[in-house]
Every structure is written in C-alpha cells, then in structure tokens.
Nanobody
Framework: QVQPVESGGDLVQPGGSLRLACAGRGLSYYSIGWFRQAPGKEREGVACISTDETNTYYPDAVKGRFTISRDRAKNMVYLQMNNLKPEDTAVYFC??????????????????????WGQGTQVTVSS
C-alpha cells in the first residue's frame, strides 16, 4: 500500500512554469495519474504514466504544455507544467494504482481506476 504525497504547488503568473512532485514508498510499482479539481468543477485527469514509463497520456487541454515523468529509483513522479493559464488553477492530486507484472505498460485515465490518492497541492495561476 502506498501513500502518495504531492508537493510543488504555488502561485505563478500566466505563462509561468511549475514542477509538481509526487513521492511515495514503493511508488515505482504503481501506474500514476495526475488529476486536478477546481472549485465547482469535477475532478479531471491531466496526465498519466505507466509503471514502466513506456506510455503516457495527456488530454487536449494540457497536451504540449504538461509533461509527466518518473524516477523509479527515487520513487518519484513529476508533472512539469509550462505556459500555465488561469484555467489551470486547481488543486492537483497524485493517484496510484498497483500494477501487476502483465500491466506495467498500461496507463489509466479515469479517477475511479486509481486506488490511492494524495491530499493535493494548490496551483494558482494569476497575475
């Protein structure tokens, strides 16, 4: 069982960048997704990465601006966010799903496919 912990949220101006981090003991054995939730809106996925790092997914809203990566040796997953926009303002969550050896190349895009969630980190994009 893993407990993801997010960090790196901050206040940033439009056009700026942030790197979020997700840490957790044994995280290298899990498929990871980053989700966000803005006030009054549903939680939405912004990036996913398979356990073996071979596959990633981004929705159109962030494609070309966000990059997910992982350092399996350090049990860390990162979300690099560039060219941030006010509509990116939200609480960002890291979610983990344990991978069987047959599923290490699979990523998951839906929130209910994940088993473990962090507490979230606030990202505010404003001038």
């Amino acid at each position: 069982q893993v407990q993801p912990v997010e960090s790196g949220g901050d206040l940033v101006q439009p056009g700026g960048s942030l790197r979020l981090a997700c840490a957790g003991r044994g995280l290298s054995y899990y498929s990871i997704g980053w989700f966000r939730q803005a006030p009054g809106k549903e939680r939405e996925g912004v990036a996913c990465i398979s356990t073996d790092e071979t596959n990633t997914y981004y929705p159109d809203a962030v494609k070309g601006r966000f990059t997910i990566s992982r350092d399996r040796a350090k049990n860390m997953v990162y979300l690099q966010m560039n060219n941030l926009k006010p509509e990116d303002t939200a609480v960002y969550f890291c979610a983990a799903r344990y991978s069987l050896s047959s599923d290490t190349g699979t990523y998951y895009t839906m929130a209910d496919e994940y088993e473990y969630w962090g507490q979230g980190t606030q990202v505010t994009v404003s001038s």
